[in-house]
């Protein structure tokens, strides 16, 4: 099946710093990308839609000026949480569907995990 | 009410029970269906993707879709330890490039 690839997996940061979260589509073109958060024992929450070429749409209470979405080729999204805090510390996870269809099939990531000190 | 209703459990189940898992919904709009399977600290991975009302089977796997009384549900046969993670149901709208919306998940542990 297709791969999605998340990097880095886990990163520790310090409070202040930005941090970017690469999201990459290994063997398809991705035109849409979605990015995900996910709190422990929660389930995922939709933070923002990443389409290439154009800007992302972001849901509601997501501040898009504090995770900065860039999806500047088919087989590449990524996601920097800018001025990181301790309460942005979460599972953020990326998805991808295979460009060109409206199967509803999404392929996810392995999940990158963000601890801020 | 929430869009998707999933309870969240834990339940445990011993080793080759028939595990039930089960989600709801208020919109009649949404019409894909999935259940995603996530092991702890990865990412989700897809099991069973339906469509119309029905059963579908793969395996031990046999997702259901009702969609006149808004429920979906999923059935592992043969438990195993090896199932034992959280399962999510997600369902999205027919038209469009829409993401998916989520249960919150059910946690199964299944016990040797």
């Known amino acids: 099946g297709a791969v999605v690839s998340q990097h880095p997996s886990w990163v520790i940061c310090k409070s202040g710093t930005s941090v970017k979260i690469e999201c990459r589509s290994l063997d398809f073109q991705a035109t849409t990308m979605f990015w995900y958060r996910q709190f422990p024992k929660q389930s995922l929450m939709l933070m923002a839609t990443?389409?290439?070429?154009?800007?992302?749409?972001?849901e509601q209470g997501v501040e898009k000026d504090k995770f900065l979405i860039n999806h500047a080729s088919l087989t590449l999204s990524t996601l920097t949480v800018t001025s990181a805090h301790p309460e942005d510390s979460s599972f953020y996870i990326c998805s991808a569907r295979l460009g060109g269809t409206n199967t509803g099939e999404l392929f996810f990531g392995e999940g990158s995990r963000l601890t801020v000190l | 009410q929430k869009e998707v209703e999933q309870d969240p459990g834990p339940l445990s189940v011993p080793e080759g029970a028939i595990v039930s898992l089960n989600c709801t919904y208020s919109?009649?709009?949404?019409?894909?269906f999935m259940w995603y399977r996530q092991y702890s600290r990865k990412g989700p991975e897809l099991l069973m993707y339906t469509y119309s009302s029905g059963n579908k089977e793969d395996g031990r796997f046999t997702a259901q879709v009702d969609k006149s009384s808004k429920y979906i549900s999923l059935f592992i046969r043969d438990s195993q330890p090896s199932d034992s993670a959280t399962y999510l149901c997600?369902?999205?709208?027919?038209?469009?490039?829409?993401?998916?919306?989520f249960g919150k998940g059910t946690r199964l542990s299944v016990i040797a």
């Open positions: 919109n009649s709009a949404f019409q894909y």
């Open positions: 990443s389409n290439e070429g154009s800007k992302a749409t972001y």
């Open positions: 997600a369902m999205r709208y027919s038209s469009g490039n829409t993401p998916l919306v």
